[in-house]
Nanobody
Framework: QVQLTESGGGLVQAGGSLRLSCVAS????????MAWFRRTPMKDREFIAA????????QYADSVKGRFTVSADNAENTMYLLMDKMKPDDTAVYFC?????????????????????WGQGIQVTVES
């Protein structure tokens, strides 16, 4: 069992920035992927961003492209999400997730069903 722990959430003003962290309880192996999803009352597990370990390829939802950046620290088994130019619509509970399959595609998967392990979620609130 892999445990994922998110941190870094909170309250921010529109236009501001936050950085989320997700620490895995064991090493993430090359070609596995990690992702960020978010949940609002209107959308359940909306894909936000993902990164494939080893090749560092990334994927972003159109709604966050150019504002959010996903990155990884292999040595610390940690994935980050730097959120810039935040909007009230970014208000949500953010989850990190791990896909343990050794995918052979270059880009990480985006459907939530591909991800095996999930963090507990962390609240992010953007005030206008």
């Amino acid at each position: 069992q892999v445990q994922l722990t998110e941190s870094g959430g909170g309250l921010v003003q529109a236009g501001g920035s936050l950085r989320l962290s997700c620490v895995a309880s064991q090493p993430i192996l090359s070609r596995q992927s990690m992702a960020w999803f978010r949940r609002t009352p209107m959308k359940d597990r909306e894909f936000i961003a993902a990164i494939r370990w080893g090749v560092s390829s990334t994927q972003y939802a159109d709604s966050v492209k150019g504002r959010f950046t996903v990155s990884a620290d292999n040595a610390e088994n940690t994935m980050y999400l730097l959120m810039d130019k935040m909007k009230p619509d970014d208000t949500a509970v953010y989850f990190c997730a791990l896909d343990t399959d050794y995918g052979w595609g270059f880009t990480p998967p985006t459907p939530y069903i591909m991800y095996d392990y999930w963090g507990q979620g962390i609240q992010v609130t953007v005030e206008s």
